[in-house]
Nanobody, 124 residues
Framework: QVQLVESGGGLVKTGGSLRLSCAAA????????MGWFRQAPGKEREFVAA????????YYADSVKGRFTISTDNAKNTVYLQMNSLKPEDTAVYYC?????????????????WGQGTQVTVSS
């Protein structure tokens, strides 16, 4: 049974940083793409970043490019999202997701597994 557990959310001021973690368990994720999505109140879930577990190819939404970095730690089976220069518009619940295959998808309905989410709030 696949489990994705996010952590690291919290309250931070504009310009601050947070690092989100997603601990993955239940299978070998070598042939998976891991993604981070976010959903603000009243808005649809949107793509933030993704990484191919094997090879490390990354892809980012334009809104976070240059500020966020996605990475993996194979030994810990964990995916990270380092978020710098945070803005109030980054406030949302952040979700980790896993998609079997090598294609980096940005549509949430493509992803097979999801975590429970972690709240990130950026104050102005």
């Amino acid at each position: 049974q696949v489990q994705l557990v996010e952590s690291g959310g919290g309250l931070v001021k504009t310009g601050g940083s947070l690092r989100l973690s997603c601990a993955a368990a239940g299978r070998t994720f070598t042939n998976y793409v891991m993604g981070w999505f976010r959903q603000a109140p009243g808005k649809e879930r949107e793509f933030v970043a993704a990484i191919r577990w094997s090879g490390g190819t990354t892809y980012y939404a334009d809104s976070v490019k240059g500020r966020f970095t996605i990475s993996t730690d194979n030994a810990k089976n964990t995916v990270y999202l380092q978020m710098n220069s945070l803005k109030p518009e980054d406030t949302a619940v952040y979700y980790c997701a896993a998609n079997f295959g090598l294609h980096i998808a940005t549509m949430p309905n493509v992803y097979d597994y999801w975590g429970q989410g972690t709240q990130v709030t950026v104050s102005s």
